[in-house]
């Protein structure tokens, strides 16, 4: 970076297009036979070379220091990028008050705990749990559960990510693990405990985080049948 020996620049992945200049652009591009039609080796610099194009330093304005960025592109990355949120000083504050997040967000009631017996009690700890979840009778912990997720009893969440509308049955298990929107876990089901087990029927990432999605669930079943 001019002036800055230290620091090199490197893009994002994240560009700003007026929408009729970029099919312009593609479709130039992909007349071209002789392009890989790749956007950062062709498209990008031929634009340059061209057009007016800026780039712009992901920094804080006044103290320089690297604004909060992750990229996400793998599932261990998607993964580690959510359980960051659940620390008890996240580098990304989504309660910061000065720099509030607005999105879209569906109108849910509050997130739900139910019964208190020695051996079923509705509990959630050093975690996110989203409008419309109920947890009943069961514990999760280090976990970030979506919105309208379903815990049943006698059930333990641990250090996993649970996305909108899944249905944790009861008696089950659920580590180091993504469960996918809409998933349904049948009961006593255990996953992230047995990682043999869990390459049989789910993805496992190379540090052990599992993901389970419903057609996983489906072809584990029909193999098992």
């Excluded at 069961?138 to 899944?166: C, G, M, Q, T």
Aim: aromatic residues 8%; negative net charge.
């Amino acid at each position: 970076m001019p002036g800055r020996p230290e620091v090199a620049l490197a893009s994002m992945g994240i560009y700003v297009f007026n929408p009729r200049l970029l099919e312009r652009l593609l479709r130039e591009d992909a007349a071209k036979a002789d392009s890989a039609h790749d956007f950062g080796r062709n498209v990008i610099p031929d634009a340059i070379d061209k057009l007016r194009v800026f780039a712009y330093p992901f920094e804080d304005v006044r103290t320089k220091a690297q604004n909060y960025w992750r990229d996400v592109g793998t599932v261990e990355a998607y993964y580690e990028a959510n359980m960051e949120l659940v620390r008890v000083s996240p580098e990304l504050n989504i309660y910061d008050e000065q720099w509030p997040i607005w999105t879209y967000q569906e109108q849910l009631p509050p997130a739900k705990f139910v019964f208190d017996d020695k051996e079923r009690r509705g509990q959630a700890v050093d975690s996110m749990v989203s409008g419309g979840c109920i947890i009943s009778g069961s514990r999760v912990a280090n976990s970030l559960l979506f919105s309208n997720v379903r815990v049943h009893d006698y059930s333990h969440v641990e250090r996993s990510v649970i996305l909108p509308r899944v249905r944790i049955g009861e008696r089950c298990v659920i580590r180091d693990a993504i469960i996918d929107s809409g998933t349904v876990i049948p009961d006593g089901m255990q996953i992230g405990v047995d990682k043999e087990a869990d390459r049989a029927r789910f993805h496992v990432t190379e540090g052990g985080i599992v993901l389970a999605t419903s057609k996983m669930l489906r072809r584990a079943a029909a193999q098992a049948g």
